[in-house]
């Protein structure tokens, strides 16, 4: 089976209990739509998170959202200033980059960062004669590459792209909480939005089957 979920911000609990609701096995493919990362004020655990992702190797398929690329970039910038410089350069707007730095050495946490930043913006794949294109906020035909912050923040089209979709393509993106904490489908059902609200206290963790269409939430 191949599953979608978006924007896990730091909750590794609800990950894991997502991961047994479903039953994954070896056989399946998990797609997570970016924004593995921040948010979460209650028991963030990024570097478990993070762990636990790798784990599932092959199976698991990671597109980068825009907290993710936040995230990366402050690292990359922070360790490569002098450690004068660092103790004056403002905090992480987020609780993850004190979360991880906690746990791991720097050299794991500059790795992660680059790790970060191999992610696709965008990924295309078929299911059962069905075409499907992933990213964070926003889906662009494979055949117009749009620039990074379109994938990761959307655009002034929204309203167009949330009635339209793309044509040919069923899309599947988070980025923007959905209404109820309910995976949202627009009218032509050509284009999916994810994003549960899971790292905030009243949020869910959402995730769609391809095959069945099933939803599931933590």
């Known amino acids: 089976m191949h599953y979608v979920v978006s924007d896990i911000h730091n909750d590794y609990q609800k990950f894991c209990e997502l991961l047994k609701m479903i039953e994954f096995s070896k056989e399946d493919k998990l797609f997570i739509l970016g924004d593995l990362f921040d948010r979460s004020d209650y028991n963030p655990n990024p570097v478990d998170l993070y762990f636990k ?18 995230l990366a970039a402050y690292i990359l910038k922070y360790y490569q200033m002098p450690e004068w410089k660092r103790r004056k350069t403002e905090p992480y707007r987020d609780n993850t980059f004190r979360c991880l730095t ?60 949330l009635h339209n979709g793309i044509e040919g393509y069923i899309s599947i993106c988070g980025h923007r909480n959905t209404a109820n904490h309910k995976i949202w489908k627009n009218e032509k059902g050509n284009l999916i939005m994810c994003d549960c609200g899971c790292g905030f206290r009243n949020g869910k963790l959402g995730c769609l089957c391809l095959e069945t269409k099933e939803e599931f939430y933590i």
């Open 53 to 70: 992702v790798m784990e599932l190797g092959n199976n698991c398929f990671i597109i980068r959202g825009n907290h993710d690329e936040w």
């Open 102 to 161: 906690r746990r791991l050495v720097p050299v794991d946490v500059q790795n992660l960062a680059r790790k970060i930043l191999t992610w696709s913006l965008q990924v295309s794949i078929q299911v059962n004669n069905e075409k499907y294109l992933f990213a964070h906020a926003m889906t662009s035909a494979p055949e117009c590459t749009e620039d990074k912050y379109y994938y990761l923040m959307g655009n002034e089209m929204n309203a167009e792209y």
